[in-house]
T-cell receptor, first 113, second 112 residues
Framework: KAGVTQTPRYLIKTRGQQVTLSCSPI?????VSWYQQTPGQGLQFLFE???????NKGNFPGRFSGRQFSNSRSEMNVSTLELGDSALYLC????????????FGQGTRLTVV | SQQGEEDPQALSIQEGENATMNCSYK?????LQWYRQNSGRGLVHLIL?????REKHSGRLRVTLDTSKKSSSLLITASRAADTASYFC????????????FGSGTRLLVRP
């Protein structure tokens, strides 16, 4: 069974640009969550999707958005990038009802210059 | 910050020794989980303990949970160099089951 796949693995963007990150969950998993990891703030929850519906959202500005498709694949978008958005973005999938035993992808390392 | 606290922040031990790391959290929870992360890569789920459980074992791992003190500990016995990683506790809150609140993590170095 393939694991959680995140693309791209590495990304360098310029301040003010926007970026879209992709996550393909484990087959059969319908819940997808996104987390931001930085040295200063640690691991912080961004949002969670289940059956194309956002069920929870973390304390991030509106520049951070996401969506989930009917095949459970998910994307997150960050607009008007700031230097502080440089981070490892992790996607996690789980079977159904939330974060029980979440399976994480390898992450997308975003660097904003 | 919503994060829980973990201590120690860093731990260095010799191969074969036991490693204990502690986690404290802030709210009522459904479950507490421990994850491992190798060098800035994805997290790997280690073990889950439910709020009505006090202790759980999995291989060389032993987890305890004290909901009255809002704390948990992870014990790794007979450590190996391959256990070198960062370890995070994560809770899901009773009133918000769709997100994990992570602790600040413990960096474990196991010297061969």
């Amino acid at each position: 069974k393939a694991g959680v796949t995140q693309t791209p693995r590495y990304l360098i963007k310029t301040r003010g640009q926007q970026v879209t990150l992709s996550c393909s969950p484990i087959s059969g998993h319908r819940s997808v969550s996104w987390y931001q990891q930085t040295p200063g703030q640690g691991l912080q929850f961004l949002f969670e999707y289940f059956s194309e519906t956002q069920r929870n959202k973390g304390n991030f500005p509106g520049r951070f958005s996401g969506r989930q498709f009917s095949n459970s694949r998910s994307e997150m978008n960050v607009s008007t990038l700031e230097l502080g958005d440089s981070a490892l973005y992790l996607c996690a999938s789980s079977l159904a009802g939330g974060p029980i035993e979440a399976f994480f992808g390898q992450g997308t390392r975003l660097t904003v210059v | 910050s919503q994060q829980g606290e973990e201590d120690p922040q860093a731990l260095s031990i010799q191969e074969g020794e036991n490693a204990t790391m502690n986690c404290s959290y802030k709210t009522s929870i459904n479950n507490l989980q421990w994850y491992r992360q190798n060098s800035g890569r994805g997290l790997v789920h280690l073990i889950l303990i439910r709020s009505n459980e006090r202790e759980k074992h999995s291989g060389r791992l032993r987890v305890t949970l004290d909901t009255s003190k809002k704390s948990s500990s992870l014990l790794i016995t007979a450590s190996r160099a391959a256990d070198t990683a960062s370890y995070f506790c994560a809770t899901d809150e009773k009133d918000s089951s769709y997100k994990l609140i992570f602790g600040s993590g413990t960096r474990l170095l196991v010297r061969p």
